[in-house]
Nanobody, 123 residues
Framework: QVQLVESGGGLVQAGGSLRLSCAAS????????LGWFRQAPGKEREFVAG???????DYADSVKGRFTISRDNAKNTVYLQMNSLKPEDTAVYSC?????????????????WGQGTQVTVSS
């Protein structure tokens, strides 16, 4: 049974940092594109960052230069380093996985999802 389990969320002041982790099991991690998405209250889920099979990355404009996605295939884990956090980054952050080579931003194109972790940034 495929599982994605996020951790690392919490409460942080504006300007602070958090590192999210997503541990995967029961699938060939190195063959999957991985993404981070977020959903704030009353808003639609949105793409945050993605990393492909060759460590190619893509980011939403709102997080470029502040967030960094990385993967460790030996540990079956994908990370999201979030720096210079802003109150508007407050959301539930979820990781997702899809077969393929390139990063895509449509959430419907991802097959597997974690349960999400809450990130709250206070002003």
């Amino acid at each position: 049974q495929v599982q994605l389990v996020e951790s690392g969320g919490g409460l942080v002041q504006a300007g602070g940092s958090l590192r999210l982790s997503c541990a995967a099991s029961a699938f060939t991690f190195g063959s999957y594109v991985l993404g981070w998405f977020r959903q704030a209250p009353g808003k639609e889920r949105e793409f945050v960052a993605g990393i492909g099979l060759t460590d190619n990355t893509d980011y939403a404009d709102s997080v470029k230069g502040r967030f960094t996605i990385s993967r460790d295939n030996a540990k079956n884990t994908v990370y999201l380093q979030m720096n210079s956090l802003k109150p508007e980054d407050t959301a539930v952050y979820s990781c997702a996985a899809r077969r393929g080579f390139r990063v895509v931003i449509g959430s419907h194109q991802y097959e597997y999802w974690g349960q999400g972790t809450q990130v709250t940034v206070s002003s």
